[in-house]
Every structure is written in structure tokens, then in C-alpha cells.
């Protein structure tokens, strides 16, 4: 196996965008990625599509040569990947396993989501299709639900607070207001977010991500190829993709992901650092507490230990180990299917120095965690500068 | 690359199972999968599904970890594929790649789909989906409509008759009585194959495939391993995915699949055979014509020339190049994301010399071509006894 760099991204802004259909989103990103990796699209090689819930959130199946023939790409492997939350993270894990195995020399990986066509309830609906209909979504459990059920586990289990939820909602709000792509730029405060309006308790609408369309796109090559296409080269120093059940009722432990665990693991073993040299990353907060519980799984602190954590401060912008620069789902935006290409993004703006007032003070070594469902699927990618 | 060989396959019936859910259609084939390769659950390296609309025929989204937590497989990397009535063909693509490259040895692909919970009319619209929506599917384009002006047009430039689309007909009903898991084991004359009921003009019922439900799955490893778990090994001597646009207005020519005649070249030359060594194959016959067009675009016949070749019998059971021994779309039916694999598990018995009743003469070299939408993916597979 090769080694493999991202040598271009390409990013739209994510929001509500109502005069805009899901193909121009994942166009944008991908003509973007293109041009700042100097590619044309006649060189791509293989095409890998992330996509959730096209289907059902705007009529639209077969999406991989969809999206392609907007591109200008055709005649080669178009794929989509759907793994809920993570579907762009399984993308992305494939087309680094493939340009690392020497099928391809250049891969356009990108995600993309048009959630907000559909009336709140409804989307509502079509995220549950990422839990076990045949028990959870019967049972009337959306994801809000599900999450408040992991969070008040996790207060029961370890005294985890409502601040130290509010902390990570105070935090990834402050990063997105200076983050020129975000859905939602607005600071908001400890009272706010300690007031927010309940969705499922103990979380409120201040725990919860957005519901936004976007797309975003990475182009990879091999790394004895990365500079013929960019002086800013990240190298991915580990991927790892895992599985977990999908129901919470399968799970020993619901305060704990066991796939995000077995990822980590394995891609810290591929990138040979420890889980104390990681120096910034995102996270995949779709709920605040999973943020907190992504920093216990990841091995940055013990169990237990991810509230107190998130409130110390030590992940802010200037703290020792920042987490969400971007803003975080809960402010930049949760475009399902984009999600995971976008922090890949974020993380190599970040190597690359590029990330203007969201720029974090040590950025040669970075993480991000990309999570499907209730924890069914786990992406994890650790990247750096070469 | 190192070669790779399927050393276990696993079908279910293939019909209308109002009993049934998919996730227990999918571990049913994954279980006899895995118990012809006598392999358990535990030693599946990774896990790749095939499946068109799960989301839409029953509600559930997140279909790789949702089947494979039935089958006991966790902790890997378990990935859904969709690409329309390809999805299960993609899979196996990536699936051999992943083998071929040396990321894992013991793979299972799966494909499954449940269509029969919805009415006819909603199956139709959901499989309009795999066309284009911004500009067929507003229009009113079906897929038999599609299929329909695909056929009048290779009517018009051809001369093509209604003889030659109702002897593929004829033929696949013939075959298919003779299979024990197909949905429809029902001889039809010529006679009645051309008094059918109109669907869209020229086709008619019994030019069209069936709406299905099941599932199919095969185990692969690396050829060098293949001994392990089989003494009747299938070698994958080729396998090529590929895409075009997904609306036939973005076609220079409806009357061939460019993304097939690509997808065969590639296959032909990994395998390093001539279309005209082929013995036999499984075709996509979602429709009648589009069996005539795949025989012309895997180089068998010239372009105009697959009409009558159909009708000459050559393709028949006991012809000269037996297609669809199975039964076909037509006959056997069609689960959408179960074909693709469902096809490989076909030509695999045939090369293993357990077809029974539909064992061809000559089996030693067997093709797969499998068809999303309306051309915009292919995958091409060619298999031999080692």
C-alpha cells in the first residue's frame, strides 16, 4: 500500500438554499476541488459519491453518474455510498484504499445533501431510516431521541452536566460565526444555550446540528505524485472504516461508540502517533454529547471525563487541542452525505494554514471523526503535513 | 493485483414473500453463503451490499451494518453500493478490487432488495428514480417508457421486429420454468408472447422483467487461497465498472450502451479473452431489447444483428452461446439489488456444473453483465473454471 495525500478541496457554503438543487451543490464542490488541484476532469480516474438520502429528500437515485455527468466526468467507476451520517467517510475510506492499492492515480471523492426542501418533520423522518426501523423508528425514536437517551445514560453513568453539553454548543457557535461557509453564524451564550427550547431532554435545540444542504469534494493522489497538482500537500496518515449494529438495544454500552473506539485504534496504529499527539480535529457533533463522547473514544480522555473536558476550555480555537474549528455540525452545518468529505476539508485547510480567523495554533497533525446512525458506522482519518 | 475466485455462493428464492422483511432475505443468502465457502461470520474481513431502495421500499436507510449485524459480522468495514439496478454489480466490483489489491482475503458481497410491500404504481415511481428526474421523470418517463422508445428506435435503425424481442421472451420463460428458485416458472409460446398486454408500445408484459423480492451473496479470496474453502473454484478473470450519463438525452446514440461496450472492452482485456470466446451469460434483461443490445455491445453480434441472433436460437439452452440459462430478469426475476450478484451466483453454478436442469454444454468461461437505469452504470464480469 502507497501513501496517499489530499492535494485539492473544494467546499460550498452549507445552509438553506432554496433556489439550489442537490446536482449544482455537488458540482460546485467538485469544479472547485478540480481547479484547485490544476485537474481536469478528463483525468479522473474514479468518481466515489457519498450521499445519504438523495432519494427520498429530493426523488433523485443513481446519483454517482448523476453528479459525474455534471462534472464532465464519464467512463470511469462512479460509485455512490450511503452509511447514514458517515456516507461520505465510507466514500472517502474507499477511494484512499483504492489510490493506495495502485488502481488509481486520481480520485475525486465528494459528498453532498439537499436536506432542506422538505419540511422539518419530514426530514425528521427520513434521518430516522438511519436507525433500526424494525425496533427504534416503530417505537417512535427519532435521532434527538436517540441521542437524549445516550446523553441522560451518559449523566447517569459518569455526572456529565447540562454546562459541560452547553459548553461544546457555546464553543462550536463561537467557531462558526467566524467561518465564512456555516449555516449558522451566531454566537450564542451559556444562558442561551442553557435555556434552549427542549427537543428531547436533557437536549435542547442547542445540542442538536443543523439541517443543511451542501457538498463538498477532496481529490487524492499519491503522495510521490502530490506535488505536480499543490505546494500545500496532506498526507492521510491513517483511515479506518468499522461497523456496530444498528439498533441501541444491541449495544452492551450506550454511553460509548464501539465502531468510533475500533476505528481509532486502527487508524492511529497506520499513522504510528498516539492518540496525545493528535493536535486538533472535528468531531462529529451531531448532538453535543457526541462530542463529548467522541473524546472518550478516541482515547484523549478516560470515560467519564469528556464533559469536564469540553468545559475546561482546552478545546476552544487557542486551547491545547482544538475540536471544531469549523463551527462543528452544530453551527457549520450537518448536510448528511457532505459531512464527512467537509471535515476533511476543514482538516486540511487547517495543515495547509489556511483557515484565516479559524486558524488553530499547532496544525501539523489533525483527526477527523465521522460518525454514522447511532454509532453503526465510524470513519476515522488522521492527517498531516508532510 | 493478484487473481481472486468466488469460493462460496448463496441465493435465496427470487418471488413475492409478504412473510418476509429484506434484512432476513439478505442473512438467508449471506448464511448460505458463507456456509458453502464454509467460512463463519467471524472471519469476514469486510462486507460490501448491494441495494437499490431499501430506504424507499421499506423505510430503512443504513442497510450495510443494519444486514450484517444478522449475519454476525461487526467491527469491519460494512458498506451499502447503489447504482440503480447495478448497485449489487458495484459492490462486487469494489468487493474483487479490494481482494485483488490485498486489503483483505475473505470478503462477502451481498445484494437485496424488497419490493413487493409497495403497490405496483409506487414500485414504478420509485424506480423512476434511477432516471433522470430533472428531466425524464418530470416528464413522465418510466422505465418502460424509456425501454420503449430504446426499442422503437432500434426498430427504426434496424429493423428489428417484435418477433425478436418475444423470442428473448419465449426463450427466458423457458428457461425460467426449468429454475428452481426463480419467480415466474412459467413456459409462454411465441404466440402469447406477442399478444401481451401493452406496457409502453413496442413492449409488452411479457417484454418486461418482474418486480421481486430477494437477496444473493458470494464469498470471495485471493485464487492462492481459494482451496481453503472450495474444490470448485471460479476464477474472476475480468471484472470492469463504468459509467455514462444517466438521461438518454444526454445519449449520442439510445440504440447501445456506450457504458457497456466500455465496461466489456475492459473486462475482455483483463481476461484476455475475445468476445467470441465466451460460452455463456447472464444478461441484463430488465427488458427484452435490452438483452438484444447487450449481446451487440459485447461485440458477439454487429450493431442491428442482435435481433436476429435472438431469434436463431443460438442463445437458446442447448445453443451455440446459451443467455440467461437462469431465466433472466424476465423469468427468474428481478430483485434490483440483488441482480448483479444474483447473475455472478448463476454463472458460478454453471462453471461449477451444478446448474441441473439449465447446465449449458459448454461452461468453462462465463460473462456477467449487469445494467443500472438506463445504461448510466455497467459492470462486466467474466468468470472461468481455473
Known amino acids: 500500500m502507497r501513501p496517499v495525500a489530499v492535494v485539492g478541496i473544494g467546499k460550498t457554503s452549507f445552509g438553506a438554499f432554496p433556489q439550489r438543487d442537490l446536482r449544482s451543490l455537488a ?12 485537474v481536469s476532469a478528463s483525468h479522473v480516474e474514479a468518481f466515489y459519491l457519498g450521499n445519504f438520502a438523495g432519494p427520498a429528500f429530493v426523488g433523485q437515485n443513481h446519483l454517482a453518474p448523476y453528479v459525474a455527468s455534471g462534472l464532465g466526468i464519464s467512463g470511469v467507476p462512479c460509485t455512490r455510498f450511503e452509511a447514514a451520517c458517515a456516507s461520505s467517510g465510507s ?48 417505537a417512535g425514536a427519532t435521532f434527538p431521541a436517540l441521542f437524549g437517551m445516550i446523553a441522560r445514560r451518559h449523566m447517569f453513568q459518569y455526572g456529565t452536566t447540562r454546562e459541560q453539553l452547553a459548553a461544546v454548543a457555546v464553543k462550536n457557535h463561537s467557531n462558526g460565526a467566524k467561518n465564512p461557509l456555516a449555516h449558522m453564524r451566531k454566537v450564542i451564550t451559556m444562558e442561551q444555550a442553557l435555556a434552549g427550547k427542549p427537543v428531547a431532554e436533557p437536549l435542547t435545540i442547542y445540542d442538536c446540528s443543523l439541517i443543511s444542504d451542501g457538498a463538498a469534494a477532496v481529490i487524492l493522489a499519491p503522495l510521490e505524485r502530490a506535488a505536480e497538482f499543490t505546494d500545500k500537500v496532506a498526507r492521510i496518515l491513517g483511515v479506518a472504516q468499522t461497523s456496530d449494529a444498528v439498533a441501541l438495544d444491541n449495544k452492551d454500552d450506550i454511553t460509548s461508540f464501539h465502531a468510533v473506539r475500533l476505528a481509532a485504534e486502527k487508524a492511529y496504529r ?31 480522555v ?50 495547509r494554514g489556511e483557515a484565516g480567523d479559524l486558524q488553530v495554533p499547532r496544525h501539523s497533525l489533525g483527526l477527523a471523526e465521522n460518525l454514522g446512525g447511532s454509532g453503526a458506522t465510524a470513519v476515522v482519518t488522521i492527517l498531516g503535513a508532510v
Chains 1, 2 share one sequence.
Open 27 to 38: 458540482v460546485e464542490a467538485g469544479q472547485k476541488c478540480l481547479a484547485d488541484a490544476h
Open 91 to 138: 466514500a472517502f475510506f474507499h477511494g484512499v484504499a483504492s489510490v493506495a492499492a495502485g488502481m488509481y492515480d486520481l480520485v475525486l471523492v465528494a459528498g453532498v445533501e439537499k436536506m432542506t426542501s422538505q419540511p422539518t418533520p419530514v426530514v425528521t423522518e427520513i434521518l430516522a431510516g438511519a436507525g433500526d426501523t424494525t425496533s427504534e423508528v416503530r
Open 270 to 300: 497506520k499513522a504510528g502517533v498516539k492518540p496525545s499527539d493528535i493536535q486538533f480535529a472535528e468531531l462529529h457533533d451531531c448532538f453535543t454529547i457526541a462530542e463529548i463522547i467522541a473524546m472518550e473514544d478516541l482515547g484523549w
Open 302 to 351: 478516560k470515560p467519564g471525563e469528556g464533559g469536564p473536558y469540553a468545559l475546561s476550555g482546552r478545546t476552544c480555537l487557542r486551547g491545547e487541542r482544538p475540536v471544531n474549528a469549523s463551527g462543528g455540525l452544530k453551527s457549520k452545518g450537518h448536510p448528511v452525505g457532505a459531512t464527512g468529505v467537509g471535515q476533511i476539508c476543514d482538516v486540511v485547510m487547517q495543515i
